[in-house]
């Protein structure tokens, strides 16, 4: 699911910086107001990263998309982008869990084909 989930906020970040482009162009805005709304959600992005296994990590991924589709207030096109990716991030958050349910099982049917006690994930990722 880590994997998954890193994948579709790194791919944010790069679509927050465009938007943040797009935004600049409005007359109503100023530069000092976009980049410092779209530098929070790009440093958001990547510090999300590291935070995925963590208590609240997607939680505050799922802010995060919601964020984007209501930054389609400011740049239309952001209401479709943010609900594409809010999208990928129900897919990663999904499929990356069945992913890591099928790692964990072949993993014990490999341990236990070759006669050992299974690892829990925390003895396997620290070796």
């Known amino acids: 699911m880590r ?14 910086a465009f938007a943040g482009l797009v935004a600049m162009k409005s007359d109503d805005l100023s530069m000092t107001a976009v980049w410092t709304v779209c530098g929070i959600a790009m440093l958001l992005s990547v510090l999300l990263c590291g935070m995925i296994d963590r208590p609240g990590g997607l939680q505050l991924g799922w802010a995060l998309q919601v964020g984007l589709i209501v930054s389609g207030f400011v740049v239309p096109v952001m209401f479709f982008l943010g609900a594409v990716f809010a999208g990928l991030w129900w897919a990663s958050i999904h499929y990356g869990r069945k992913i890591d349910e099928a790692k964990a099982r072949w993993a014990a049917q490999a341990e ?3 006669g050992t006690e299974p690892r829990t994930e925390a003895q396997a990722r620290a070796q």
């Open 3 to 16: 994997t998954l989930c890193a994948s579709t906020l790194i791919s944010e970040f790069f679509v927050v």
């Open 112 to 114: 236990a084909e070759a």
